[in-house]
């Protein structure tokens, strides 16, 4: 990574983190400079306004959790063909990683993002919206898999489904933080494993 691409990144981690202890309006430009230790000069450089520095926010913020998302889901599928149990192995994967968060969770951008949206421009307003949409795809798709397999044994809309999941993170990490309790998190996603587990299971007789 050359210096200006460090800069960069820099920049980006230190805008992220203000924005989730303290919301996009509450964070200046000017901070993010004092703390990167740049001038005005070298910040614009970058970001030609705060804007700009959002969407780079939140495509860095996106790239990020797919890579995460990307890395569990092929952990659990290498380790079983069935895609029942290929899927509850990520779910146990993601609350361990969860679980090993010193502080625990710092924060989702994108709800963050989503709670002060008037602030924001509208590329940016899309570029939320294309990630969210994206995330239930992806998990569309895994439970089409599942139900592919072991079909759903009471009726269920697989995009309220799959949709479930982001809400379950996000209301985990609201949760932890309310209640200051990190391991909230990790057991709302052991819940949720526990839940798809029931539902695509067989009956027993």
């Known amino acids: 990574m050359g210096k200006g691409e460090a800069t960069r990144e ?20 000017d901070e993010v400079i004092a703390e990167a230790k740049l001038t005005k000069s070298g910040f614009f450089y970058h970001f030609k306004d705060k804007n700009a ?6 495509r860095r913020y996106v790239e990020t959790n797919d890579k995460l998302f990307d890395d569990i889901f092929a952990r659990g599928a290498q380790l079983s063909d069935d895609p029942l149990q290929a899927f509850l192995i990520s779910l146990k994967l993601l609350a361990e ?19 002060q949206e008037r602030l924001f421009d509208r590329e940016v307003r899309d570029l939320t919206a294309q990630s969210v949409r994206g ?20 009726p269920i809309d697989l995009d309220d489904l799959a949709e479930m999941m982001s809400c379950i993170v996000d209301g985990g990490i609201i949760m932890s933080k309310t209640l ?4 909230r998190l990790e057991r709302q996603i052991l ?15």
Do not use: Q
Not at 10 to 17: C, F
């Open 53 to 58: 520095l959002a969407r780079e926010m939140v």
């Open 10 to 29: 820099r920049i980006l981690e230190i805008a992220e983190a203000a924005v989730l202890a303290k919301g996009f309006g509450a964070t200046s430009i």
């Open 180 to 183: 200051n309790d990190p391991r």
């Open 135 to 154: 995330w239930n795809a992806r998990f569309r798709a895994i439970f089409e898999g599942i139900a592919a397999v072991h079909p759903p044994r009471e």
């Open 191 to 205: 819940a949720f494993r526990t839940c798809v587990k029931l539902i695509f299971s067989p009956a027993h007789s």
């Open 97 to 115: 990683i969860m679980a090993d968060l010193p502080n625990g969770h710092p924060g989702c951008l994108i709800a963050s993002i989503c709670y």
